[in-house]
């Protein structure tokens, strides 16, 4: 089976869908925020009854260009929606941070997930913060920092060089004590590469099975998709969809989408082509 999935501390059925719920920016009163945690907890209600297994949250964008958040507004970004979400969304949440001290908040607000895009380098608390709590860890290859990280990335070959970052994160966090069952990995679809670069990661991610560990993929309307297809964000989606099957087919087993419905459909065909998985 191709799917004969790593060993992993959370119950998942293999392929799964993470659904990105956006959590409004520009929301500082109190008002505001309870009204952007009600919009989020009817977003991630949407997406779980569209397929989602997991839902990501995450209250500092890491886009090309993107500023830092400071700890207190991305605290008071993230902490309402995982409250409201705790208990009545059904299903595992995410936390999208680098920072240890929003990841803790949110691990005691009702998260199981952190999902840190900068694989344990930004804050030296997060590696201790996972290996204490036991909770799944998303380790993603990033090559510098968001706000510049798509000025002129260079690799001599980027599948290795990915390859060989997260062998080394992932020793890293057995090293300090983060069991292997809890970590999942990512090539970083978007995160300092050209459009080339992630071409060839999509085109090679079969190799990243050689990790044994769970391989998520984040390509839901990204930027080499817009070049590919000369397409807007809102018009990503079927470009994802692309990448989705591919990244399945390639032995991926989570995929982080803002279009749960589209995504987790053509994962439904594609399970009953390869495993004869066909309840509707
Ligand atoms: N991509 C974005 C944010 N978090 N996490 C993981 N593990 N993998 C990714 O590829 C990833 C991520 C950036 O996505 P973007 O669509 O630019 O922003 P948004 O946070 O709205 O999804």
Do not use: W
């Amino acid at each position: 089976m191709q799917h004969a999935a790593p060993t992993f501390s959370l119950d998942l059925p293999f392929p799964a869908v993470m659904g990105v719920v956006n959590v409004t920016p520009d929301s500082f009163s109190d008002g505001g925020r309870f009204l952007a945690a009600d919009a989020a907890l009817e977003q991630a209600l949407t997406l779980v009854g569209e397929g989602a297994s997991i839902v990501d949250i995450g209250g500092e964008s890491t886009r090309p260009g993107s500023e830092a958040v400071p700890l207190e507004e991305e605290l008071r970004r993230v902490l309402p929606v995982v409250e409201a979400l705790a208990g009545s969304v059904g299903v595992p949440i995410s936390v999208d941070t680098m920072k240890a001290e929003v990841a803790r908040r949110a691990l005691a607000s009702g998260a199981t997930i952190v999902n840190d895009v900068s694989a344990l380098r930004f804050d030296d608390g997060m590696v201790d913060l996972v290996a204490e709590t036991g909770c799944p860890v998303c380790l993603m290859h990033m090559k510098g920092q968001p706000k510049t990280m798509q000025d002129d990335p260079r690799y001599d070959d980027v599948v290795d060089e990915v390859l060989g970052f997260l062998e080394e994160r992932i020793a890293f966090a057995l090293s300090r004590g983060v069991r292997e069952e809890q970590i999942m990995v990512d090539p970083g679809l978007g995160f300092g590469k050209t459009v080339a670069h992630n071409l060839a990661l999509l085109d090679d991610l079969d190799r990243f099975s050689s990790l044994g560990r769970p391989v998520l993929l984040g390509a839901s309307r990204k930027r080499f998709l817009g070049a590919i297809l000369g397409a807007e964000p809102a018009d990503r989606m079927i470009g994802t969809v692309a990448t989705t099957v591919i990244g399945y087919l390639a032995g991926a087993h989570i995929f982080r989408v803002h279009d749960v419905k589209p995504n987790f459909e053509a994962l439904r065909v594609a399970l009953a082509v390869r495993e004869g998985v066909t309840t509707p």
